[in-house]
């Protein structure tokens, strides 16, 4: 049966948009998940304690006598103490109205082992400080990082493979609940090391909601409709972010915004029973039945009458009475995957390398200015969550480039945008804040662009069989490039311009790559080899 003809026979109605709603609370908490590494690992101001001025128990941050007792610099007339070093204490120094002044400290520098933190901000240093603070711990802050895009990488295989084996719906339902219950656990970390796992695994579960989400998608909309399904995850994963960004603005406290997030998408475990499983893929496995029951659901919600024809079509083509089918007695088929033969051809290969690399290049870029936000000049939670709603009109123009021009020129022009963007903002002067933030903001949506452009264009080059799974692979491959972009802003520490010079660089190769796939706009979603190879003749 021609599941394209199926989705023609239905058209888009009440039966689609109610599962879009299903799905993008579950997304939105999947994006927030995803991305609150961003505020556990981050380092919150902090200096030395001076026990020779201050209390442990009720000490503050900022001090009327800090420039006497630990070195810092002035920023904006301010001064910021060095937050691992304090001056020595002289002896012979004469205490003047119970306050410490200049002359009760020597210019020789020790190392503190006690931290007093800015009140304004709990994370994950505050609970670990002689594990976490100084120049020296900083890898163990990216290492976070890096752990969620571990976790991304497996959950992408794990999921990937869930959906293509055992359904969409499976892969959905069963990663939501993991994502939940790890969450918690993340939250609840007694030691550094838990909390490494529990955010690998926290992670793995997130981006399972987010890809079986687009297939399953992707999967129940035609091919004028196709381009919906990438915005709406987007549109869904980019409120995510904001969501992420006003809840820690309002509690910065990294355990309470864990809880936040992670807690309350364990009640959409319902939606199992509300949420069908993907046509195609029902199709793909001889489950004719199951699939005629769906068929018939979306027809009475769309208001739509099968006709008699398109019903006698469904009985011979699929060897089975529909109108006898019990749900009862469906039995699910499974097929095998045909990954080796996918990698046989030299087109398809070619096609996949290419992917592999645009996947990595979106991954690095996209994830590594969401980091890179939090440094520029401004309020950090401001800056964040502008750079995460600058996805959404990103998002956007993918979508009306899609419609109007295609796949392949559009993800071209957006990756050079992207690149040249980034590489104009490692050279701007960082006095002229606006300026940065404006090339910081061009190049974010324009990588958003890309990667919306990116899902639906790798969705309907990859046959019905391994389509979940490639790309589940996709993302994995391109995880090991993300599990970088927690270290990329640190090579500011050498040259300043570094980072964005990186996060430019990739964005070139990959637009110029781009030009070697073909145009997919207005084909059929191939479920064979040979259909995918002759994709864009």
């Excluded at 009760?104 to 931290?115: Q, V």
Aim: hydrophobic residues 45%.
């Amino acid at each position: 049966m021609d599941h394209d003809a199926v989705l023609k026979e239905l058209s888009f109605g009440k039966y689609q948009v109610k599962i879009l709603l299903l799905i993008f609370f579950p997304v939105l908490f999947a994006a927030a998940n995803t991305v609150t590494y961003i505020f556990i690992a981050r380092a919150p101001p902090y200096r030395c304690f001076v026990d020779q001025c201050e209390q442990f128990e009720n000490a503050k941050y900022d001090q009327d006598w800090l420039q006497h007792a630990v070195p810092g610099s002035i920023s904006n007339g301010k001064f910021e103490p060095d937050g691992c070093f304090k001056y020595n204490f002289n002896d012979t120094g004469l205490i003047t109205n119970n306050t410490c002044v200049a002359n009760l400290f020597g210019k020789n520098k020790t190392k503190c082992n006690k931290w007093i933190f800015d009140e304004n901000e709990v994370t994950m240093i505050n609970d670990w400080p002689s594990e976490m603070t100084c120049n020296e711990n900083e890898w163990k802050l990216a290492l976070i990082g890096t752990s969620n895009f571990a976790g991304v990488m497996v959950g992408s295989a794990v999921f990937g493979f869930i959906a293509d084996s055992y359904g969409r719906r499976a892969s959905f339902i069963s990663s939501l609940v993991f994502m939940s219950l790890t969450g918690i656990g993340q939250a609840l970390s007694p030691s550094y090391a838990m909390l490494m796992i529990f955010t690998l695994l926290n992670a793995a579960g997130s981006i399972g909601v987010y890809y079986s989400t687009f297939v399953l998608i992707i999967e129940m909309l035609d091919k004028e409709k196709r381009e919906i399904s990438s915005v709406f995850i987007n549109y869904s994963w980019a409120v995510g972010a904001v969501m992420a960004g006003a809840i820690v603005y309002f509690d910065s406290n990294w355990r309470h915004l864990t809880l936040w997030i992670a807690a309350p998408p364990i009640i959409f475990i319902f939606e199992y029973w509300f949420v069908p499983e993907s046509l195609r893929w029902l199709i793909s496995k001889k489950s004719y039945g199951q699939a005629y029951i769906i068929v018939q659901k979306a027809a009475k919600d769309n208001k739509k009458e099968l006709s008699a024809s398109f019903i006698n079509q469904f009985e011979t083509q699929n060897g089975c009475k529909a109108s006898e089918v019990q749900e009862s007695q469906i039995l699910e088929h499974r097929s095998n995957t045909n990954y080796l033969e996918l990698l046989r051809s030299k087109k398809l290969l070619i096609r996949v390398l290419v992917l592999c690399f645009i996947w990595s290049t979106n991954t690095l870029v996209f994830y590594g200015l969401s980091l890179y936000s939090i440094s520029l000049s401004g309020n950090i939670y401001f800056n964040f969550i502008f750079g995460s709603l600058i996805e959404i009109p990103g998002t956007t123009i993918a979508w009306i480039s899609m419609n109007k021009i295609g796949r392949r020129y559009p993800l071209v022009i957006s990756f050079l945008i992207c690149g040249i963007g980034s590489i104009f903002g490692a050279f701007v002067d960082a006095e002229v804040v606006w300026l940065q933030v404006f090339s910081f903001l061009i190049s974010k949506m324009a990588i958003s662009t890309t990667f919306t452009i990116a899902c639906v264009y790798t969705a309907e080059m990859m046959p019905t069989n391994t389509r979940s799974g490639c790309i589940g692979a996709f993302s994995t491959i391109s995880r090991l490039s993300s599990l970088l972009a927690p270290f990329v802003p640190l090579l500011k520490n050498y040259y300043s311009f570094l980072p964005l010079l990186v996060f430019g660089s990739f964005p070139l190769a990959a637009g110029c790559l781009s030009l070697l796939l073909p145009e997919t706009l207005g084909s059929s979603l191939p479920d064979t080899i040979i259909e995918a190879e002759n994709i864009g003749k």
